[in-house]
């Protein structure tokens, strides 16, 4: 998949990690929901997708220990990386 397609999508995850880490949480996690609905569109044609699953399971887990932080930095810095 080329970074064409996944532009829009790495813009929107950069997007919601900016609004994680201003404190707005509520718009983030609405934001968050809406890049886990696109990730799940593209899932069938990623080719790293095992190494997509586990920075999801991290992503989780922050977001439950309301870890806003780490859960910004796998959007912004580690899901693009794969995405791109």
Same mark, same amino acid.
């Given at each position: 998949?080329t970074q064409?397609?996944?532009?829009p999508?790495?813009?929107?995850?950069i997007?919601t990690?900016?609004q994680?880490?201003?404190g707005?949480?509520?718009?983030?996690?609405?934001?968050?929901?809406?890049?886990?609905?696109?990730?799940?569109e #593209?899932? +069938?044609s990623?080719?790293?997708?095992?190494?997509?699953? +586990?920075? #999801?399971?991290?992503? #989780?887990?922050?977001?439950?220990?309301?870890?806003?932080?780490?859960l910004?930095d796998?959007?912004?810095y580690?899901? +693009?990386l794969? #995405?791109?």
């Amino acid at each position: 998949m080329t970074q064409m397609v996944n532009s829009p999508l790495i813009q929107q995850l950069i997007s919601t990690a900016h609004q994680l880490r201003l404190g707005h949480e509520a718009q983030g996690s609405l934001q968050l929901t809406e890049c886990i609905d696109k990730l799940i569109e #593209l899932q +069938p044609s990623l080719t790293n997708n095992q190494q997509i699953m +586990p920075i #999801l399971s991290s992503m #989780l887990a922050a977001q439950e220990k309301h870890d806003w932080l780490g859960l910004a930095d796998a959007l912004e810095y580690e899901l +693009p990386l794969l #995405l791109s």
